[in-house]
């Protein structure tokens, strides 16, 4: 079993910046695609930003230009640097891996989730 940890939520003033990360315990076979959700009071599971294992990034309209993905193949980390944050960024952010656990599968694995609040 996969563990994902994510690190890095906390308290940010408007206009501040925060850098999540996010640790799979494991690779297995190699992880495909890693990907942040993140999930505001009331509302549905948001895409944020998807990164695959060739370094291919997307992101929700609602982020570009703001917040950056990478990874570190070698860590098993992924990280989500988050500019110019709003109050409207305020949320739970949560990662998720799609990993090969197998020579012809793959299963998604998710962590916990951060907390990001954007307040002053």
């Known amino acids: 079993q996969v563990q994902l940890v994510e690190s890095g939520g906390g308290l940010v003033q408007p206009g501040g910046s925060l850098t999540l990360s996010c640790t799979a315990s494991?690779?297995?076979?190699?992880?495909?695609?890693m990907a942040w959700y993140r999930q505001a009071p009331g509302k549905q599971r948001e895409l944020v930003a998807t990164i695959s294992h060739g370094g291919e990034q997307n992101y929700a309209d609602s982020v570009k230009g703001r917040f950056t993905v990478s990874r570190d193949a070698a860590k098993n980390t992924m990280y989500l640097q988050m500019n110019s944050l709003k109050p409207e960024d305020t949320a739970v952010y949560s990662c998720?891996?799609?990993?090969?656990?197998?020579?012809?599968?793959?299963?998604?694995?998710w962590g916990q989730g951060t907390q990001v609040t954007v307040s002053s």
């Open positions: 998720n891996a799609d990993i090969w656990t197998g020579i012809t599968r793959r299963d998604v694995f």
């Open positions: 494991d690779s297995i076979f190699g992880i495909y695609a």
